[in-house]
C-alpha cells in the first residue's frame, strides 16, 4: 500500500513535508492489576486514585473540545496501563467521558491484558464502532514469563484468538516481546504461521530493552540476568521479524506487521508520519505543528494540576527548530515502508555526500529504491537490522550537524 500522507511539493524552491490531516488522540490509562519486572511506564496497581484520574480526564478532555471542533479526531487510542482491567463502573464512566473523542468512523483501539477480557468487558467493547484490540500477550512459556515478571496465566495465543473472534468484531492486534537465551524462536514463528492462518490482523513484536529504573534493571545491576540478555534478546528478534516477512506479514514499520495492508494500525502510522497527535491523561504527549508537551507523569500531579483552578497538566514543552523536525521526519520515515522521499532528502543535506550515501546502502543490500509514487529510500529487513547507523550517516550531512 502506498499511503496518501507522505506527499512533498515544491513551494519557492523548497520542498516541504505536508503532514496527515486531522488529530490522532491518545489515552494514557496509568492502571494495571499489578507490575511487570521490565515495565518503566508510571503505572499503579492501587485503585485509590481511579475516580480523581477519571475526573481529572473528564477536565481535560472538555478542555481540548474545542481544538478538536476545529482538527476532528481521526483515531482515538486508548493505552496504559490496561484500560480494560479497570472494574466494569470505571470502565463505563471512561467510556462515557471518552464519547466525544471518539472519531467518526475512525478507528478506535484499545489495548488490553488477555485476562481482562471478561464477559462484562467484552459486552462494553462489542458497542465500539471500527474497534481495533491490542492484546498484550507479551511472552510464552514459562520461562520467558518469570524473566518478565508477567504474573498472568501462561495462555495460548492461538487459544485466545479462536476464543475471541466469536465474541466480538474487531481487528485483532497481539504483542509480543523476545527475550533472550531462553526464547524459542521457532516455536515463536510456528505460533506466529498459526495465527497468520486463523485471521489475527497485527502482530507487534519488540526486543527485550531494560530500561533504567525497573525490576529488570536492579536484577542486572545485582548479576541476576545473563550478561547479554539484550545482545541475545535483539538476534531472536532479528531471526523473528525475517521469518515472519518470509509467513507472509507485511512489515510496515520496524515492529509492526499486518495480516495485509488494510490492517496496519492507523494511528500509529498517523503519529509517524508527523501528523498532530493530543495526548491525554499522566505522562500522555501533544504534538501540533513544531510544539510538542508532555503531561506531568505521576497520577497524583495530574489530578492536582487539573483541579486546581483547572490547569494543563504539563510537566515539559518545547517548540522544534526546523532543523530538529527534519531529523525526527528522516528518523520516523526511515522506520516505515514507504521510506524518505530521496528528493527530499537530498534537498535538505549535502546532496553529494548523501547520494554516494544512498547508493552505498543499495548496493550493499541494506536499503532500495521504490518508484511506484515518488522516488523513496526505503530500507530492507537488513538495513532495518542497522537502522541507527544508517540514519547516523544522514544526520551528519545536515547543516549545523558539525561534520
Ligand atoms: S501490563 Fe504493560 S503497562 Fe501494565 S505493568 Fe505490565 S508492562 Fe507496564
Redesign the pocket.
Known sequence: MRTNQMNFRTDSGETRTLRPPGTAVYVQVPF?P???D??S?P?SASRSLTGDYLDALAREVDRVRPFLSSRPPVSLYVG???PTSLPVEDFDRLLSILSTVFPQGGEVTFES?PEALTKEIVDRLRTIRSLRLSL?VESLGKASMALLG?RSEDLSPVLLLEDLRPRLEASLSMDFICTGEDFDSEGFLEVAEALFLRGLDHLSVYPLVIEERTVLSLRKEQGRTGESLEEAAAENWRRVCSGLVRQGWFRYEVSNFARDPGRVCRHNLHVWQGGDYLGLGPGAHQKTGIVRYENVLSIVDYVRMSGAGNRHPTGHREVLLPEEEEIEHLYTNLRLFSGVSVRWLLSRTESGKAQEAIDEFVRSGLARIDSTDTESFVLTGEGLCVLDAIASRFFALFPGSGE
Do not use: Q
Request: proline share 0%; hydrophobic share 15%; aromatic share 8%.
Open positions: 494495571c499489578e507490575r511487570c521490565y515495565c511506564i503505572v496504559g496501563g490496561s491484558r498484550g508477567r
